[in-house]
């Protein structure tokens, strides 16, 4: 099956820093790609998704970029605010639509 | 829209009791799954329904664990019996069919004594 990893564990930041996040995946056959936010006690959210047919996604402090010969995706989050503090999960599924998550990163953005 | 509904929020048992979690998905959303997501680590798919047909157990421990979606809306996870181990957020998760995004329910944290 997929074995998704996800680095690092946890990721201090001062605020208006950028935050990265990358993961890597084993199964060739993965083409969807997306991000959860979960915070303490929540459930999880999805922030943002890429397919493996493009590169790049935005979504305004938000980008994901994918490299598929590589087999590896990134989180880029910008300009960090205190509520971006949270756990965050990479995850991948092929056309079984089944997700297999990372083991999360925990963000901490430092006032 | 309303979002995915679980309870009960929070069960606490002993081991080798039995508990039952429920759910209900988002109006309209045929597929559902069952995650299992321990402390520390993250979500680990447990069983994905279409309707109220199974399209994949393969991760459920079978000995213990059972689903059932009868009329392809509300579904139910039971534990019977329960191990330590099981102690966890139980997340269940829904969407349309053939959309990617899952929308995820509060969970149901379990601790087994």
Redesign the interface.
């Given at each position: 099956g997929e074995n998704?990893e996800?680095h690092p564990s946890t990721l201090s930041v001062q605020e208006g820093d950028s935050a990265v996040i990358k993961c890597t995946y084993s199964d060739s056959a993965s083409n969807?790609f997306?991000w959860?936010k979960q915070e303490l006690g929540?459930?999880?959210?999805?922030i943002i998704?890429i397919?493996s047919n493009v590169g790049e996604k935005k979504d305004q402090r938000i980008a994901v970029t994918l490299n598929k010969t590589a087999k590896h995706f990134s989180l880029h989050i910008t300009e960090t605010q205190p509520e971006d503090s949270a756990v965050y999960?990479c995850?991948a599924?092929s056309n079984?639509?089944?997700?297999?998550?990372?083991?999360?990163t925990t963000v901490t953005v430092r006032a | 829209e309303a979002g995915v509904a679980q309870s009960p929020r929070y069960k606490i048992i002993e081991k080798r009791q039995s508990v039952a979690f429920w759910c209900n998905p988002i109006s309209g959303h045929a597929t559902l799954y069952w995650y299992q997501q321990i402390l520390g680590q993250g979500p680990k798919l447990l069983i994905q329904f279409q309707n109220n047909g199974v399209v994949d157990d393969s991760q459920l421990p079978k000995d213990r664990f059972s689903a059932e979606r009868l009329k392809g809306v509300d579904s139910t996870l039971k534990i019977q019996p329960a191990k330590l181990e099981d102690s966890a957020v139980y997340l269940c998760a829904s969407s349309l069919t053939g959309d990617r995004e899952q929308f995820f329910g509060p969970g149901t944290r379990l601790t087994v004594l």
């Open positions: 998704v996800q969807y997306p959860y929540k459930r999880p959210q999805l998704d397919r999960f995850a599924s079984d639509y089944k997700l297999s998550f990372g083991a999360g | -």
